[in-house]
């Protein structure tokens, strides 16, 4: 789901800034996918093409080409719609999987960049006693 060394490229890049880039990726992403859904369920096809095209280059910057791809996809349809004067009802399904692979990859970063996050949980404080009921009547 992400190029890793794509991603690693970009954060040696980006150096210093990079978290705070990354955080407007989820800035931008979440409004851009809501903008998409709601274009859909409007029906106005005009509405898809920018937040599509944001999601589309922001993606890649960070390695994320399945989102990029799909965000692609409905920019470019969108785009050939506006053209013809009809709305692309053939996209439903492409928006939804939006959403999810939005929200997949931004689980990704932040495993990648959160150490809080990617550490395995290791169970609650201190050992579970073995007499739970101790001093239960």
């Known amino acids: 789901m992400i190029d890793w060394q794509h991603f690693e490229k970009a954060r040696a890049e980006l150096g210093p800034g990079f978290i705070r880039i990354l955080s407007y990726f989820r800035e931008d992403g979440t409004k851009s996918v809501r903008q998409i859904e709601m274009a859909m369920h409007e029906q106005n096809t005009a509405a898809l093409v920018i937040p599509a095209h944001t999601i589309k280059g922001e993606a890649r910057q960070f390695g ?51 150490p809080l996050q990617s550490r395995a949980p290791q169970g609650g404080f201190g050992r579970r006693s073995a007499n739970q009921d101790f001093g239960r009547i």
């Open 64 to 114: 994320a080409e399945p989102l990029a791809a799909i965000a692609e996809l409905i920019e470019v349809t969108a785009r050939l719609c506006v053209e013809t004067h009809r709305f692309p009802d053939e996209l439903v399904p492409e928006v939804v999987q939006l959403r999810t692979l939005f929200d997949q990859t931004i689980r990704q970063f932040d495993r990648a960049t959160n």
